[in-house]
Nanobody, 125 residues
Framework: QVQLVESGGGLVQAGGSLRLSCVASGRTFSSYAMAWFRQAPGKEREFVAGVTGGSGSSTSYKDSVKGRFSISRDNAKNTVYLQMNSLKPEDTAVYYC?????????????????WGQGTQVTVSS
């Protein structure tokens, strides 16, 4: 069993930056693929960014965040990060951290076994 706890959300002006963190319990964190999803009001949850297990050598991003967001992991700290730069009002959402055992299908929500409670990100114009 893996428990995920997100932090780092908040209110920021357009063009600003935030860094989200997700701390995982358990001793097998390094083997899990990790991802960030988000859900805006009235919309379905969507994939934002993902990183494979191990050294995290492979990443994947939603097209609209490429070049602005960066996902990384620190296996020694059981933590995955999402650095968000040049934020836009359309990035406003609840951001969720997720973990899964396999390394393929980073973008596929139904493959993720474990989810955090979410952290709110609000970008004002």
């Amino acid at each position: 069993q893996v428990q995920l706890v997100e932090s780092g959300g908040g209110l920021v002006q357009a063009g600003g930056s935030l860094r989200l963190s997700c701390v995982a319990s358990g001793r097998t964190f390094s083997s899990y693929a990790m991802a960030w999803f988000r859900q805006a009001p009235g919309k379905e949850r969507e994939f934002v960014a993902g990183v494979t297990g191990g050294s995290g050598s492979s990443t994947s991003y939603k097209d609209s965040v490429k070049g602005r967001f960066s996902i990384s992991r620190d296996n020694a700290k059981n933590t995955v990060y999402l650095q968000m730069n040049s934020l836009k009002p359309e990035d406003t959402a609840v951001y969720y951290c997720a973990a899964k055992g396999g390394q393929s299908g980073l973008r596929v929500e139904v493959l993720y076994d474990y989810w955090g409670q979410g952290t709110q990100v609000t970008v004002s114009s």
